[in-house]
C-alpha cells in the first residue's frame, strides 16, 4: 500500500515537473513573421514594428489575387515604442488582443540610424530568449526598418517572409549576404571579427513601396560602420567560402562582346603566416569552376587559345572582387573575413601580441590572392548564334 | 499494481463461491444395464421430453429375433445415413444373423464387425457417454441383454460451406476460411499438412455447452511444453459455455488486464497451418470460424499470410508501412493536439498560417475537437459494424459528407482535424490483429498530449514500451524479436526476406530450428570443371 502511494506521488510529480505548462491554441496566437527595430524620436528609446500574420485572411487575399491597399491585407503592422525590447514588445498586449509569438518570426530588421547607436542591446533578447530563433535573418535597412514591413510583396504575401525568401536566395548571385542570428551573434561577440548582415532599401514609385536588396551592412563592434555594394559583397562571399553560384561577366578574347560564366563551384583556403620580421599576412586560395553560359559576340571560343583566356579573365574579375571588398574592408577598419580568428587559431602565441592593436594592423595586413579559375562546359552548343563566318 | 489489487479482490470471490458450488454436480455414473427395457426407460426419462429425440425400437434377424433400439436426435444426423446403413442391414438384410454368434462373442462387436456399414462406430459402457455422444449427433443402438451400446457416427447437419474468408482479404493465396463447424476446419487444416506428425488432440469444455475444443500442434517442430501448458490452462476451465474462441482465450490468455492481445485468432487455414509450422499451437472451437494459435508475438500482428505470397522487396516495404501505420494510427491525433496547443514552433510556418487559418474560428480547444472526431469515428465505426446490410451505405454518406464536410463548412472543426482523423481511422485497419489495443491507446495519447504536449506523449509511448516488452505469452516474450533481441528471427520482422534465406524457425516458438536446407537460392548450376 506504501508503495502505491508513493509510485501515486511520483506519476504526479511527473504531470507537475514539466516546463511547458503553457497550453496555448492557434487561435490564441499572433504569429509574428516579422520584427523591425528604430530609433524613436525621444532619445534613447527603440521604436518596435511588428509583422503579424493574419491567418484568416491569407485564403481571401490568395482567392482575389493579392490584397495591397485596403483592408484586405493578410498581415497587421503594429508598432511601439519603449525603452528596453522585451518590455516593448509585452506592451503590445496592450492593444493586440492576442500574444506575440516569436518562434516564426523570419527576419529582424534595424533601421540604419538605430544600427549606427548600436544594436547591442536589442541582440540580448534575440540571442538569450528561448522562443527566438537562431535562425532568423538580421537585415539592416536603409532608412526607416518599419518600411521595409510594410513594402508590397509580390509572390508572397506577407512582406516580412518575402525579404526572407529574397535573402534565401542569395545564391543565384552570391552577390547578398545571409546573416542569422546565429553568425550576427558570434561576430558580436568576437573580439576582432565584425559582424555582417544584409542590407535592404524600400524603393518608391509614388504609392507603392518595394524590398530590394543592395548589399552589405558592415558594423565594427556593434554600431553600423559602412555598407558593401552587390559586387563587394561577392568579394567577401569568394573569401567567407559562400559563394554557390553566380554569373562572372568577362569581355571576350577578341574584345568584341562580353562572356557571362556561371560558376558551378568555389573553395576558399586561408592560410595565415608569418614573414621573417614576424608581421603577419594571409595567404587566400580560391579555386573555382565555372561552365560557359552566354555569349554576346560572334568569336568561335572552341580553341585553346581562347579557353585560356577566358580562364585568365575569369580569374581577374574574382581577383578584382575580393580585391575591392578588401579595400572597403580596410577603409572601414573592419576584419569582416574573419582574418583575425584564423591567426590566432594558427598563432595563438602571436595573436596575443596582435590582439590589443588588430585595429590599426588589419588595414595594413598583407593578404596574398591567389585564384585558380577552370572552365568547364560550353552548354547545349559550342558556337555562337551567328551564321558560320567562312 | 492496481492490477494486483484487482486480481487479489476478485481471486477471493472467485475463490469463496467455487468452494461453495465444487459439490459434485457429476452425471449418473452408472452403467448401462442388460435389460433393454430399463435402459429404454432410463433415456426417456432423460431425453424424452424432446420433440427432436426419436427412439426406434426394432428387432434384428429374420428367424431369431432379438430386440434392439435405437435413439437420436433429429436435427443432429442424416436420416438417410441411418436408414440405409443402420437399419437396412440389421432389418431387412439380417438373413446371416445368428443369435448364437452374437452370443459367443457375449459382446456387441459382432453387430459392430459384420452389420453395421457405418465408418465411426465406437463402444460404449457408461449411460453418461451414451448421453454425450447422441447430443453431439451420433445415434446410440441398444440391443437387448447387452450391458453394451453402439454410438454411431451419424452426424450431418446444415452447415455453411467454405467461403472466402470475410475478415482477413487477401490478394494472392488461397481463397478459403473456416466454418463452424469442427470437423470441416479440421479437415481444413489436414489437407495443408499432409504428415503423420500433426496431432489434433480433443477435448470438451463448457459444463453445459459441452463444446468440442481441439488442440492441433506438429509434433517434433513444437515445443512440448507449451503443448502441456494449453493443455493445463484449458484444463482448468469450469464454466458454463464457450459460445466462441474469444471464451477460451479470455481463460488462457497470459495477460488478462493488457490492453494487448496475447492469444492470436485467425480464420484462415494457411494461417493458422504457417503458425503451426513455425512451432505454435493451434486451438480449434466447435462452433466457430476464429481459430486461436498461441503463442502470439506482438510482430506478428503486422505480418499477413500475403507477404509470403507475394516476393520479398513488397513484402518488406509493406511491413514497414504497418509498422508506420501502428505509429500513425495511435499517434497522430495525439501529435496533432501537441503541435497545436504546445509546440507551435515545431510546425513549418507555411503550413502554421494554413494550421491557424483552419483554426480560426472555431470554438473548441484542440484537445477537445479531436476527442470528439475519434468519438465520431468510433461511433461511425461501430454503426457500420452493427448495421444490417442494406442500410451499410446510408452510414458513409451520414459519415462522409454530414459529419465530415457539414462540420468544417459550419465552423465547427478545423478541416484538418479532419484530415488527420481520416488517416487515423484508415491506418488503423492496416494492422487488423491490434485493432482493439490501438484504439485505447490512441484515447490515451490523445489525453496525454492534451495535457502535457510532446512530453505526454512521450511518457505515454515509454510506458507502453515497458508494458510490451514485460509481456509473455505461453512462455514468449511478446515483444521478441525486438526485446529481447533476436537477430535471425529479425529477418521475418523488419524485413520479409526471401524464404530461401530464412533456414530456421524462430528460436523463441521451436527448438527443432531448421526448417529449410541452406543454399537453396535458385541460380545456374555450377559447371564442374
Excluded at chain 1, 65 to 71: A, E, H, R, S, W
Excluded at chain 2, 16 to 29: I, N, S
Excluded at chain 2, 61 to 68: L, P, Q
Aim: hydrophobic share 45%; net charge neutral.
Amino acid at each position: 500500500m506504501r508503495k502505491l502511494v508513493f509510485l501515486i506521488m511520483l506519476m504526479a510529480g511527473i504531470f507537475r515537473l514539466v516546463g511547458c505548462w503553457n497550453r496555448r491554441e492557434l487561435d490564441q496566437l499572433a504569429i509574428v513573421s516579422g520584427i523591425a527595430i528604430d530609433q524613436a524620436e525621444e532619445k534613447d528609446k527603440i521604436k518596435v514594428t511588428a509583422q503579424i500574420i493574419k491567418p484568416g485572411d491569407i485564403q481571401i487575399t490568395g482567392e482575389s489575387g493579392g490584397g495591397g491597399g485596403g483592408g484586405g491585407k493578410p498581415y497587421l503592422n503594429v508598432t511601439n515604442t519603449g525603452d528596453t525590447f522585451f518590455e516593448t514588445l509585452m506592451r503590445f498586449t496592450h492593444f493586440v488582443d492576442r500574444r506575440l509569438y516569436l518562434p516564426h518570426n523570419e527576419v529582424l530588421i534595424f533601421g540604419d540610424k538605430m544600427a549606427r547607436s548600436g544594436v547591442h542591446k536589442c541582440m540580448d533578447f534575440f540571442l538569450r530568449d528561448a522562443e527566438t530563433r537562431l535562425t532568423t535573418w538580421v537585415v539592416v535597412a536603409k532608412g526607416e526598418a518599419g518600411e521595409v514591413l510594410d513594402a508590397k510583396a509580390e509572390l508572397e504575401k506577407i512582406p516580412a517572409m518575402n525579404l526572407s525568401m529574397l535573402i534565401d536566395a542569395y545564391v543565384a548571385t552570391s552577390e547578398v549576404i545571409a546573416s542569422n542570428v546565429n553568425m550576427f551573434g558570434q561576430r558580436l561577440m568576437s573580439k576582432t571579427t565584425a559582424p555582417i548582415a544584409s542590407l535592404v532599401e524600400v524603393e518608391k514609385t509614388g504609392e507603392e513601396k518595394k524590398a530590394r536588396l543592395v548589399g552589405t551592412a558592415v558594423f565594427r563592434k556593434d554600431k553600423l560602420v559602412g555598407y558593401l555594394t552587390l559586387t563587394e559583397t561577392r568579394g567577401l562571399l569568394w573569401v567567407l567560402n559562400k559563394v554557390r553560384s553566380g554569373i562572372i561577366v568577362v569581355q571576350e578574347p577578341d574584345g568584341k562582346g562580353e562572356v557571362s560564366l556561371e560558376i558551378l563551384r568555389a573553395k576558399c583556403e586561408l592560410t595565415p603566416g608569418l614573414k621573417n620580421d614576424g608581421t603577419p599576412y594571409i595567404m587566400v586560395k580560391i579555386k573555382e569552376e565555372a561552365n560557359l553560359g552566354e555569349e554576346r559576340g560572334s568569336a568561335n571560343l572552341m580553341s585553346m587559345e581562347a579557353w585560356t583566356i577566358l580562364e585568365k579573365h575569369q580569374a581577374g574579375v574574382i581577383r578584382h572582387e575580393i580585391e575591392s571588398a578588401l579595400a572597403k574592408a580596410r577603409q572601414l577598419k573592419a576584419d569582416i573575413f574573419g582574418f583575425g580568428e584564423e591567426i590566432y587559431k594558427k598563432y595563438p602565441a602571436v595573436w596575443k601580441k596582435l590582439e590589443p592593436h588588430w585595429d590599426e594592423i588589419f588595414p595594413e595586413l598583407e593578404v596574398k590572392i591567389a585564384v585558380e579559375a577552370d572552365l568547364r562546359r560550353t552548354g547545349l552548343t559550342t558556337r555562337p548564334a551567328v551564321p558560320e563566318a567562312g | 499494481m492496481l492490477k494486483k489489487i484487482l486480481q487479489a479482490l476478485h481471486l477471493r470471490k472467485i475463490l469463496k463461491k467455487g468452494q461453495r458450488k465444487e459439490q459434485p454436480v457429476e452425471q449418473d455414473q452408472q452403467r448401462l444395464s442388460r435389460d433393454l427395457e430399463r435402459n429404454l426407460a432410463l433415456f426417456r426419462a432423460i431425453l424424452g421430453k424432446n420433440a427432436d429425440f426419436v427412439l426406434r425400437e426394432f428387432c434384428i434377424g429374420t428367424h431369431e429375433k432379438i430386440r434392439a433400439a435405437l435413439f437420436y436426435f433429429e436435427g443432429l444426423v442424416y436420416r438417410e445415413f441411418i436408414n440405409e446403413y443402420v437399419l437396412m442391414p440389421l432389418m431387412y438384410e439380417s438373413q446371416h444373423f445368428s443369435i448364437q454368434d452374437l452370443k459367443r462373442g457375449n459382446s456387441i462387436s459382432y453387430l459392430q464387425e459384420q452389420f453395421v456399414s457405418i465408418g465411426g462406430t465406437q463402444k460404449i459402457l457408461r449411460i453418461e457417454e451414451a448421453l454425450n455422444n447422441c447430443l453431439y449427433g451420433q445415434a446410440i443402438l441398444l440391443v437387448d441383454g447387452f450391458a453394451e451400446a453402439l454410438a454411431l457416427n451419424t452426424k450431418g447437419w446444415a452447415n455453411r460451406g467454405v467461403e472466402e474468408p470475410k475478415t482477413e482479404a487477401l490478394v494472392r493465396g488461397p481463397r478459403e476460411g473456416f466454418t463452424e463447424t469442427l470437423g470441416l476446419n479440421i479437415s481444413l487444416l489436414r489437407r495443408k499438412i499432409h504428415h503423420p506428425d500433426f496431432v489434433i488432440e480433443e477435448m470438451q469444455i463448457g459444463e453445459k455447452t459441452r463444446t468440442k475444443v481441439c488442440i492441433a500442434y506438429l509434433n517434433g517442430v513444437v515445443n512440448p511444453e507449451v503443448v502441456e501448458e494449453v493443455r493445463k490452462r484449458l484444463g482448468r476451465i469450469k464454466t458454463d459455455a464457450i459460445l466462441e474462441s474469444g471464451y477460451l482465450e479470455q481463460f488462457i490468455e497470459d495477460a488478462p488486464f493488457s490492453i494487448f492481445p496475447t492469444v492470436a485468432n485467425s480464420e484462415r487455414p494457411d494461417t493458422v497451418a504457417a503458425k503451426m509450422l513455425e512451432g505454435r499451437v493451434s486451438i480449434i472451437t466447435d462452433g466457430t470460424p476464429m481459430v486461436l494459435s498461441v503463442p502470439m508475438l506482438f510482430a506478428s500482428s503486422f505480418q499477413s499470410p500475403e507477404d509470403y505470397y507475394s516476393r520479398p522487396y513488397y513484402a518488406s516495404m509493406i511491413r514497414w508501412i504497418r509498422y508506420l501505420c501502428f505509429f500513425i494510427t495511435i499517434s497522430a491525433p495525439a501529435v496533432y493536439v501537441a503541435l497545436t496547443t504546445f509546440h507551435q514552433e515545431l510546425i513549418p510556418t507555411p503550413l502554421l498560417m494554413t494550421m491557424a487559418a483552419a483554426r480560426e474560428g472555431t470554438p473548441f480547444p484542440a484537445l477537445i475537437e479531436v476527442l470528439l472526431m475519434s468519438v465520431v469515428f468510433e461511433i461511425l465505426r461501430e454503426a457500420g459494424v452493427r448495421l444490417p446490410r442494406p442500410i451499410g451505405s446510408a452510414i458513409s454518406i451520414v459519415g462522409a459528407l454530414v459529419i465530415g464536410q457539414s462540420a468544417v463548412s459550419a465552423g465547427l472543426i478545423g478541416a484538418p482535424m479532419v484530415i488527420v482523423v481520416a488517416i487515423t481511422a484508415i491506418a488503423s485497419f492496416v494492422i487488423p490483429a491490434q485493432t482493439d489495443a490501438v484504439t485505447i491507446l490512441r484515447f490515451i495519447l490523445i489525453i496525454a498530449a492534451g495535457f502535457m504536449g510532446a512530453y505526454g506523449i512521450f511518457i505515454v509511448l515509454l510506458g507502453l514500451l515497458i508494458h510490451l516488452a514485460s509481456l509473455r505469452s505461453f512462455g514468449v516474450p511478446y515483444f521478441a524479436p525486438f526485446a529481447p533481441v533476436n537477430l535471425p528471427a529479425l529477418k521475418d520482422t523488419m524485413l520479409r526476406a526471401p524464404l530461401w534465406a530464412q533456414i530456421t524457425r524462430p528460436k523463441m516458438l521451436s527448438k527443432n530450428r531448421q526448417r529449410t536446407k541452406a543454399d537453396l537460392l535458385p541460380r545456374p548450376e555450377r559447371k564442374q570443371p
